[in-house]
């Protein structure tokens, strides 16, 4: 079983819909969670980073950790062509990230 | 200009050659990373170094080395590769000095094909 899963997608969306992304983790240890953005051709982009269970926001991206069901999510308001991209979650355990495979995201015009 | 500067951005190469990937920061941050990345599998760490004078094996290392020439410096060499290395490589840093749990900051990435 892997450390961290994502569905990888792909996922198509109209624009301004309400997009809702996805991770399950095993390792209760994880204290420390990241959502990164990547478009085509380029690394990871840090998006959000949160400690704590519950949620977080930045502008139109809101990041949800429920320790207890060890799943995260990150939610993207009033979708926009420019979010198109694949997105990574990722752990913090001891030394070591954990990121997951990645979910592509489409956002039609 | 970028943060963290990964050459080249694309290399084709064939079998058994020895080949080197650079990675160089200006962030002035102590920790490096090289990943690498394929379909469905994500990022699997290669090798890291938390200093100069510090370097640690990841979860594939094998068939691969490092050198960390400065605190601003990674290299990542294969050494004979091999059609399997073929994928998008990246370099990425971190900076404990505000606590451990730090994200990491990634370069544009290397993509390396074998033949």
């Known amino acids: 079983q892997k450390e961290v899963e994502q569905d990888p997608g792909p996922l198509s969306v109209p624009e301004g819909a309400i997009v809702s992304l996805n991770c399950t983790y095993s390792n209760s240890a994880f204290q420390y969670f990241m959502w990164y953005r990547q478009y085509s051709r380029k690394g990871p982009e840090l998006l959000m980073y949160?400690?704590?269970?519950g949620n977080k926001e930045d502008g139109r991206f809101t990041a949800q950790v429920d320790k207890s069901s060890k799943y995260i999510s990150l939610f993207i308001r009033d979708s926009q062509p420019s979010d198109s991209a694949t997105y990574l979650c990722a752990m913090k355990g001891f030394n070591k990230f954990y990121f997951g495979s990645g979910t592509k995201l489409n956002v039609k015009p | 200009d970028a943060d963290v500067t990964q050459t080249p951005r694309n290399r084709i190469t064939k079998t058994g050659k020895r080949i080197m990937l650079e990675c160089s920061q200006t962030?002035?941050?102590?920790?490096m990373y090289w990943y690498r990345q394929d379909p469905g599998l994500g990022l699997r760490l290669i090798y890291y170094s938390f200093d100069v004078k510090d370097i640690n094996k990841g979860e594939i290392s094998d068939g691969y080395s490092v050198s960390r020439q400065a605190q601003a410096k990674f290299s990542l060499s294969l050494e004979s590769a091999i059609p399997n290395q073929t994928a998008l490589y990246f370099c990425?840093?971190?900076?404990?000095?505000?606590?451990?749990?730090?994200?990491?900051?990634f370069g544009d990435g290397t993509r390396l094909s074998i033949l």
């Open positions: 990425a840093t971190s900076d404990p000095s505000g606590g451990e749990n730090q994200p990491q900051h």
């Open positions: 949160t400690y704590s269970s």
């Open positions: 962030k002035g941050h102590d920790r």
